[in-house]
């Protein structure tokens, strides 16, 4: 479902994947950041976090597996990052 908003410009809509897209590139604008800059991925990160937090807390034990193998996974790859 695609979300519309024109807050940035009254002359043009801009429309969204979702609320989170909305919420990363409302950050980088508000911010005057680029979609790229390191700030937008920290933020795009806690942003998923906090997604991961709360399906860890309030989810049948198939999903907290799965929210387990996503957390190992970024971790392996902050690992391979940092080599």
Request: hydrophobic share 30%; aromatic share 14%.
């Amino acid at each position: 479902m695609k979300n519309s908003s024109s807050n940035f410009d009254k002359n043009e809509k801009h429309n969204y994947a979702n609320k989170y897209e909305f919420k990363i590139k409302s950050f980088a604008i508000k911010n005057n950041y680029n979609f790229f800059d390191d700030k937008v991925i920290q933020y795009t990160i806690s942003l998923k976090n906090e997604i991961i937090d709360s399906l860890d807390k309030n989810s049948s034990n198939s999903v907290k597996n799965k929210v387990k193998y996503i957390k190992w996974i970024e971790k392996y790859l902050d690992k391979i990052h940092e080599n």
